[in-house]
């Protein structure tokens, strides 16, 4: 078993100096987000992390109709919640800590590290939080938060069906007006932490239909639909838990409502808008995703091959396994994915909290989703190889991170659907205005000191765009065009760290994997852009 380190000093590096977050927010404090994300790593370290290995074994069970969670997730949640965790980001006003979407995202990261089981089942309470906080009415803010802040309840995102996936515009489950109420009645698939042990209730945000099928999306509404009213359990139940290759611990659970009582949140007939505020954060939440198992990836290569011993060096002396070239390189393109694919994931989180470039943030999120949800299904294929026959067993642990990261490429929208967002309405709406904030972006970076690589590959994206923008079907193109774009917004963190190296916990490791990513970013551009034509 490889202990879970959490990668703190890079993530504060990172914050700090890729994302520049002093000079973006100007309220944000460097010494209090240290401070809080040293408390969070320690009880990850010590208390949410050796929950991980067992609850992948035990996995959840479906007793009575009830979901019950693996061995010791009640008290690791009960300790979440009484040391304030749940209500971070909350308004103070009812019962959170009002800290900043930066320190949320350093934490959120070492939690999906830790546990991702757990963490999925805790982590949609902010999005949640987010669009009471835009939709819904004085009354629901006051009734709903504070649940959600102290823990007492949790939260889920009701929108699959078992025939509507990623096509909305099919949602079947149906909401009939009661009185000042809504009754909801239908099916709902892939729902994580549905049901759980842990919290006293639930607080569902379900996507149901309030105008008629030919409406689309035009006839969806949201509705807060709890797990109890007036102390009776709603008409909520759980068909089944699904069997998945990873996240064991995580209760991905069939729920059928049936007149279940619920309430408007927003206006009629616009629940996909109020949905999509839980969205947005739920997908850079999962692109941190697969940043954290990128970066675990990373550390259980590194550690196993720096105390393996392997073969002998030209001398004739014994190696360590990391003094062979081609396990370096495997270890060091683990370690880019997860130093890239953070810096840019702070990079959006800090655009998005200052609200100063939406066009920026509409941009930056499907890269970040999917190029992030790649970068950690190959760091964690990476410390399979780099450990052999060990990767392919549990004993390291390796196994299960790739498990566990396999599934952040599919949920939240699958990749391939970001790529053809970005290939088509992030090209053209508004005239592209997201397309040209991400250029000014890129282009303001590479104006500077470390900006050589991105002025480069730049010419090279601005000539597939055009010739994307102007086709009528980019799909088959789709996904080379999201990894270009991709590897320039990567390189605009590379020219930011190669700036700011001396500054990193270790320089020397920080300018050899900047090289290399520079190089391979050299090399990458023209080929993605001859896949496009």
């Known amino acids: 078993m490889t202990p879970f380190s959490a990668p703190v000093d890079d993530i504060l590096f990172?914050?700090?100096?890729?994302?520049?977050?002093?000079?973006?927010?100007?309220?944000?404090?460097?010494?209090?987000?240290?401070?809080?994300?040293?408390?969070?790593?320690?009880?990850?370290?010590?208390?949410?992390?050796?929950s991980d290995e067992t609850g992948d074994r035990e996995g959840c069970r479906l007793v009575a109709g009830r979901v019950r969670m693996p061995e010791g997730f009640g008290a690791v949640y009960a300790q979440l919640a009484e040391q304030g965790w749940q209500g971070?980001?909350?308004?103070?006003?009812?019962?959170?800590?009002?800290?900043?979407?930066?320190?949320?995202?350093?934490?959120?990261?070492?939690?999906?590290?830790?546990?991702?089981?757990?963490?999925?089942?805790?982590?949609?309470?902010?999005?949640?939080?987010r669009t009471l906080m835009h939709f819904?009415?004085?009354?629901?803010?006051?009734?709903?938060?504070?649940?959600?802040?102290s823990g007492a309840w949790l939260?889920?995102?009701?929108?699959?069906?078992?025939?509507?996936?990623?096509?909305?515009?099919?949602?079947?489950?149906?909401?009939?007006?009661?009185?000042?109420?809504?009754?909801?009645?239908?099916?709902?698939?892939?729902?994580?932490?549905?049901?759980?042990?842990?919290?006293?209730?639930?607080?569902?945000?379900?996507?149901?239909?309030?105008?008629?099928?030919?409406?689309?999306?035009?006839?969806?509404?949201?509705?807060?639909?709890?797990?109890?009213?007036?102390?009776?359990?709603?008409?909520?139940?759980?068909?089944?838990?699904?069997?998945?290759?990873?996240?064991?611990a995580s209760p991905t659970c069939q729920m059928v409502f049936e007149n279940a009582h619920a309430e408007l949140i927003g206006a009629q007939g616009q629940g996909l808008m109020a949905?999509?505020?839980?969205?947005?954060?739920?997908?850079?939440?999962?692109?941190?995703?697969?940043?954290?198992?990128?970066?675990?990836?990373?550390?259980?290569?590194?550690?196993?091959?720096?105390?393996r011993q392997q073969g002998r060096l030209p001398d004739g002396s014994p190696a360590r396994l990391d003094q062979h070239g081609d396990v370096q390189r495997m270890i060091e393109e683990a370690q880019i994915a997860a130093i890239a694919g953070r810096g840019l994931c702070h990079i959006a989180m800090a655009a998005l909290e200052s609200g100063a470039d939406e066009a920026l943030v509409d941009f930056l999120t499907p890269i970040c989703k999917a190029a992030c949800t790649d970068a950690g299904i190959l760091a964690a294929d990476r410390a399979i190889q780099v450990l052999g026959g060990y990767g392919y067993l549990a004993e390291y642990r390796a196994e299960q991170n790739w498990r566990d990261?396999?599934?952040?490429?599919?949920?939240?929208?699958?990749?391939?659907?970001?790529?053809?967002?970005?290939?088509?309405?992030?090209?053209?709406?508004?005239?592209?205005?997201?397309?040209?904030?991400?250029?000014?972006?890129?282009?303001?970076?590479a104006a500077s000191a470390c900006g050589?690589?991105?002025?480069?590959?730049?010419?090279i994206w601005q000539g597939a765009r055009a010739q994307v923008a102007a086709m009528a079907d980019p799909g088959p193109v789709a996904d080379a065009f999201l990894q270009l774009t991709a590897e320039l917004a990567f390189q605009t963190v590379w020219s930011r760290i190669a700036a700011a190296a001396d500054q990193a916990a270790d320089p020397e490791l920080m300018r050899r994997l900047c090289t290399r990513a520079q190089r391979l970013g050299q090399a990458r551009a023209p080929m993605w852009a001859a896949l496009i034509g």
């Open 136 to 149: 819904g009415s004085p009354e629901q803010q006051a009734r709903y938060l504070p649940l959600l802040a």
């Open 452 to 459: 050589e690589t991105l002025a480069r590959i730049l010419p």
């Open 405 to 445: 990261a396999r599934i952040a490429a599919i949920y939240e929208g699958a990749n391939g659907i970001h790529a053809m967002t970005l290939a088509t309405r992030l090209l053209r709406y508004k005239n592209g205005a997201a397309a040209q904030a991400f250029e000014a972006f890129v282009q303001a970076e």
């Open 14 to 50: 990172s914050l700090r100096h890729v994302a520049r977050a002093e000079a973006v927010l100007p309220d944000w404090e460097y010494d209090l987000t240290a401070e809080l994300l040293g408390h969070f790593a320690s009880f990850a370290q010590g208390e949410i992390a050796p």
């Open 155 to 248: 939260s889920t995102m009701c929108l699959t069906e078992p025939g509507a996936g990623s096509d909305l515009s099919v949602v079947r489950t149906r909401a009939e007006p009661d009185g000042a109420a809504w009754r909801l009645s239908g099916e709902k698939i892939f729902i994580s932490g549905g049901d759980q042990d842990m919290s006293e209730g639930i607080l569902h945000l379900v996507l149901a239909r309030t105008g008629s099928m030919e409406d689309g999306v035009k006839g969806l509404s949201l509705f807060l639909c709890p797990s109890a009213q007036d102390g009776q359990r709603n008409a909520v139940s759980v068909a089944r838990i699904e069997e998945k290759m990873g996240l064991h």
């Open 88 to 129: 971070l980001t909350l308004p103070v006003e009812h019962g959170g800590q009002g800290m900043d979407a930066l320190t949320m995202a350093a934490v959120s990261e070492v939690f999906s590290g830790a546990n991702q089981s757990l963490q999925m089942v805790t982590g949609l309470v902010p999005g949640a939080a």
């Open 275 to 307: 949905m999509f505020t839980m969205m947005n954060h739920a997908r850079l939440d999962v692109a941190l995703q697969g940043v954290a198992h990128a970066a675990r990836g990373a550390d259980i290569a590194r550690r196993y091959a720096a105390e």
